[in-house]
């Protein structure tokens, strides 16, 4: 189709986009073959400062690239200098080396492009969507869940901040049934607050922050040796805000904490939640996918308690960023965290059909079509096939912790609960600080070398390494590798350091 201006006519030409679509296809097939084989660096560290002069250049007022040129600026600089997510010695952060047909199925979601505020503007987008939430929501509990509903967010900062909107307004509208906090502000609220595990992701007390509460309206509760949150830690700071006549919102347990991948006792806080008529959250942003395996699935025994749970597709369910579900036990209250108009948008539906306008249940008003990589997956490889890659991962931070226990100059956190796996160097430091230096300086040491990716992680004043182990790929050798070359940068940064 020819435009009258030929920059136009060149920028939608079909043609060209199928020509440098099977090209790039093509680049990325190579590249993740190589990736997954390990055949690079896992990261090819430059000061950030320096990399960020080279990508400093003029903005174009004319074409400074052609389609061919792009490529090659794909192939020799962007993809080679990204972390290589798919290479089995990435053990970083908690972000999957993503199915490569979700990949494909983000294609499709760019191009189409369905804005998905509301059902017209994204029809199919929106049974995709609501098709989806329907099998997490059966997946958390097929019977005590049939009321149950939600929607997808961009990552699951967003939709734990929209969970805890929801619980704010029904729980203050449970305190005084006359207040509507969404219209009168939170001024003439008696102080609010969250009673969290203290290893809440931060987007808990963000959202706290966000909501004008205050961060200290978030109080911590604390965990016990293995990470999750103590039962009766919970029930004294339950007892301490009643007696200070503050009005709780929300109990918000993990499930997969980010530190160490605990599971809190979501049975045990469950029945207390409902013992005391308080809003249940869980944060399976990590580890709800262990819902997806026969043999993990026992470790979230109590969820299905939860009046609201947060599960993100692109960590175990492996897709790519972002795609979250924020889901509600009763799907009504999915309406409660934005009760606000645009009548622009909403043209005074019947509730019924509101339940297809989906941006009256998200922070968003136009979103991606998220649900298509998670439909497209799951009728792709089915609960069992997305089981396996959550049993694989599992089973990895098993052997690995086994490993670091075997050996003498490793002190192991804790036994893993999913697949996040914390351990350190011994050594007879003089001090604490000094101790926690060194496994900094010795992660800091290998990630720039490129040899492997891994982060670390500061509990209650003690510095640990820790792997999130993901990658199918990762071998045995891998993990035995990982090991000696933390012993030998530790040799490494001592010499340094005389
Ligand atoms: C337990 C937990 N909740 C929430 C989040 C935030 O999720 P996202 O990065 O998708 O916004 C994370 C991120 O790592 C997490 O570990």
């Known amino acids: ?15 060209q986009f199928a020509k440098m679509g099977h090209q790039l296809i093509d680049l990325l097939a190579a590249h993740l073959d190589a990736n997954i084989a390990g055949k690079s660096k896992v990261l090819h560290w430059k000061i950030p400062s320096v990399e960020d002069s080279n990508w400093n250049v003029p903005l174009p007022q004319t074409s400074s690239i052609n389609p061919k040129g792009l490529l090659e600026k794909l192939s020799q600089e962007i993809l080679p200098n990204n972390l290589a997510i798919h290479h089995p010695k990435n053990m970083g952060h908690q972000v999957a080396c993503p199915l490569p047909m979700a990949a494909l199925c983000d294609l499709v979601a760019s191009l189409t492009n369905q804005a998905m505020a509301v059902y ?31 929607v997808l967010t961009s990552g699951g900062a967003q939709a734990n901040l929209t969970a805890l909107l929801v619980a704010r307004q029904v729980s203050t509208s449970k305190a005084n ?21 203290e290893h809440a992701h931060y987007s808990v007390s963000r959202a706290a922050g966000l909501m004008g509460l205050g961060t200290d309206s978030v109080i911590k509760i604390a965990t016990d040796q293995r990470g999750k949150l103590d039962v009766n830690a919970l029930k004294t700071a339950h007892q301490t805000c009643l007696e200070n006549k503050e009005t709780i919102i929300a109990v918000v347990a993990n499930a997969g904490c980010t530190p160490t991948g605990s599971i809190d006792p979501l049975q045990a806080i469950g029945e207390y939640c409902q013992g005391h008529n308080l809003w249940f959250h869980v944060d399976g942003a990590h580890g709800a996918s262990a819902l997806l395996s026969g043999i993990h699935r026992e470790k979230l025994s109590g969820i299905a308690l939860a009046d609201s749970v947060v599960w993100d597709g692109h960590k175990l369910m492996y897709m790519p ?56 997956a799951f009728s792709l490889y089915g609960t069992a096939g997305m089981g396996a890659l959550v049993d694989e991962a599992f089973a990895k931070a098993k052997t690995f912790a086994e490993k670091i226990q075997a050996q003498s100059h490793f002190e192991l956190l804790m036994k893993p609960e999913t697949n996040i796996v914390c351990f350190r160097y011994l050594h007879a430091y003089s001090n604490q600080a000094q101790a926690n230096k060194h496994q900094n300086d010795i992660r800091q040491h290998i990630i720039q070398s490129g040899a492997f990716h891994f982060t670390q992680v500061d509990l209650h004043g003690v510095t640990w390494l820790r792997t999130t182990l993901m990658n199918p790929f990762t071998t045995e050798q891998d993990l035995e590798e990982l090991l000696a070359r933390v012993a030998l940068a530790a040799q490494a940064v001592f010499s340094m350091a005389k």
């Open 177 to 197: 049934p006359s207040s509507n906090l969404w219209k009168d502000g939170i001024a003439q609220q008696s102080a609010l607050r969250i009673l969290a595990s």
């Open 321 to 376: 960023a972002a795609v979250s579900a924020v889901l509600f036990k009763n799907e009504q209250h999915s309406y409660a965290a934005f009760s606000q108009d645009a009548s622009y948008l909403f043209q005074g539906n019947s509730h019924e059909d509101e339940a297809f306008n989906l941006s009256y249940r998200t922070l968003e008003c136009t979103k991606r079509m998220m649900a298509l990589k998670l439909w497209a």
């Open 1 to 15: 189709m020819k435009h009258h201006n030929p920059i136009i006519t060149e920028m939608f030409d079909a043609k």
């Open 120 to 150: 017209e503007a994204g029809p199919i987008a929106t049974m995709l969507e609501r098709q989806v939430v329907r099998w997490l929501c059966a997946l958390i509990n097929e019977t005590t869940w049939h009321n149950a509903g939600g």
